[in-house]
């Protein structure tokens, strides 16, 4: 089984390119999907100890929990340190069932993967990039979102030039939906093709 690290900082388009992978029949673990569950699930006590008054009715306010720790290093590692362990249980699991299946290839979508280290357990990464006019309009335009908590966001993710420096692969998703699904195809064929040549 062949593990692809797909990333990109917010507003370029790895939400889209992830569906596309799932379109051509590819697995798809999806970190933030994880994270959410989590949110309504084992992480909950864990982050009302942590910051009490964030969570209620036996799920996180997300919206309270960004105002404790956005901008507040401290406290990023602590909810870092909380989640970061749950979900790579869940990221475990996935890859066991998808081995159990015998599925050739996977999709690790994880927004930080760089951050976190993740690159060093896949087999190549995948860069989403659509340049930074095309992020901030992008970000911009969602319900609730500033300048401001943008700025903190990015400030917490590696930089998208240096991103597309480490990638092994870069999808550019500036242009049309279908440019960005013919660039999956034409990187699943690649990279099936290459799986297969080192078995030969």
Same mark, same amino acid.
């Given at each position: 089984?062949?593990?692809?690290?797909?990333?990109?900082?917010?507003?370029?388009? +790895?939400?889209?390119?992830?569906?596309?992978?799932?379109?051509?029949?590819?697995?798809?673990? %999806?970190?933030?999907?994880?994270?959410?569950?989590?949110?309504?699930?084992?992480? *909950?006590?864990?982050?009302?100890?942590?910051?009490?008054?964030?969570?209620? %009715?036996?799920?996180?306010?997300? *919206?309270?929990?960004?105002?404790?720790?956005?901008?507040?290093?401290?406290?990023? +590692?602590?909810?870092?340190?909380?989640?970061?362990?749950?979900?790579?249980?869940?990221?475990?699991?996935?890859?066991?069932?998808?081995?159990?299946?015998?599925?050739?290839?996977?999709?690790?979508?994880?927004?930080?993967?760089?951050?976190?280290?993740?690159?060093?357990? *896949?087999?190549?990464?995948?860069?989403?990039?659509?340049?930074?006019?095309?992020?901030?309009?992008?970000?911009?335009?969602?319900?609730?979102?500033?300048?401001? +908590?943008?700025?903190?966001?990015?400030?917490?993710?590696?930089?998208?030039?240096? +991103?597309?420096?480490?990638?092994?692969?870069?999808?550019?998703?500036?242009? %049309? $939906?279908?440019?960005?699904?013919?660039?999956?195809?034409?990187?699943?064929?690649? $990279?099936?093709?290459?799986?297969?040549?080192?078995?030969?």
């Amino acid at each position: 089984m062949r593990i692809v690290g797909l990333t990109g900082s917010i507003g370029m388009g +790895k939400s889209t390119t992830s569906a596309f992978f799932r379109e051509a029949g590819i697995p798809v673990y %999806d970190a933030d999907a994880a994270v959410h569950r989590l949110y309504s699930g084992a992480a *909950v006590p864990l982050i009302e100890a942590a910051f009490p008054g964030t969570t209620a %009715d036996g799920t996180v306010d997300r *919206v309270r929990l960004g105002a404790a720790v956005l901008g507040d290093g401290a406290a990023m +590692k602590t909810l870092e340190a909380i989640i970061h362990p749950l979900v790579g249980q869940t990221q475990a699991r996935f890859r066991q069932a998808c081995g159990a299946r015998g599925d050739r290839l996977i999709v690790l979508d994880i927004p930080l993967l760089f951050e976190t280290g993740g690159n060093s357990r *896949v087999d190549v990464v995948a860069v989403v990039s659509a340049g930074a006019a095309a992020q901030r309009s992008r970000v911009l335009a969602r319900p609730g979102m500033t300048a401001e +908590k943008l700025d903190a966001i990015l400030a917490r993710q590696m930089p998208d030039a240096e +991103k597309r420096r480490r990638a092994h692969v870069v999808l550019d998703t500036s242009r %049309d $939906f279908a440019s960005a699904r013919r660039q999956v195809a034409a990187f699943i064929r690649a $990279f099936a093709a290459d799986g297969e040549s080192r078995h030969a």
